[in-house]
């Protein structure tokens, strides 16, 4: 309906449709490496796979359509300690999301810092920073403070309980 770089709604709009979005360019992004010290024993891990992952990021407002980062990390097996560990992409993206850290603070920020109201600051986030953001997935940013939600460290207190005595894990 609409060609790339040609739909481009108002703040009060909104977006109807999202396949009437323009085309996202693609931009390659490499974590794909042939060994990587394991962190658990710090031997060398040779890579067993690898797989690629999409990754929404600001888009490019000249050209008029938003970025989509396709990254390509691996998958390693430690020899020493047999376990398979992943590249460690949480400097790039939260685990399970599909935008970037940098959309995700710019997001939060135009709600909170500007006061704009769920459906105006996605259609901001569209016009000014081609990226386009759900109402309902700026509301659960939102309310969760920026973060996708807590990870196993972050609800572990170092030290405290039989974990550090036995060596067990104290999660469930």
């Known amino acids: 309906m609409f060609g790339p770089g040609e739909y481009v ?13 323009p085309v996202p360019t693609g931009m390659a992004y490499d974590r794909n490496h042939k060994h ?14 690898s797989g690629q992952r999409i990754l929404h990021d600001l888009g490019d407002v000249s050209a008029g359509c938003p970025v989509d980062l396709l990254v390509t990390s ?11 560990l992943n590249i460690d992409l949480s400097d790039v993206a939260p685990p399970g999301s599909h935008d970037t850290h940098r959309v995700i603070a710019l997001a ?16 901001h986030l569209w016009r000014d920073h081609r990226v386009f953001v759900p109402c309902a ?8 403070g920026g973060k996708k939600g807590a ?5 572990r207190v ?10 067990v894990c104290g999660g469930r």
């Open 137 to 144: 997935t700026l509301q659960n940013w939102v309310e969760a």
């Open 108 to 123: 939060v920020r135009v709600v909170v810092e500007d006061g704009l109201p769920y459906r105006p600051a996605s259609g």
């Open 74 to 84: 691996s998958s390693h097996y430690c020899a020493h300690c047999q376990k398979y």
């Open 9 to 21: 709604p108002d703040s009060t709009e909104g977006i109807a449709k999202v396949k009437d979005l």
């Open 36 to 49: 990587t010290p394991c962190p658990r024993c710090g031997s060398r891990a040779s890579r067993h796979t």
């Open 158 to 167: 170092a030290g405290v309980g039989t974990g550090s005595i036995f060596g």
């Open 151 to 155: 990870t196993a460290h972050e609800r």
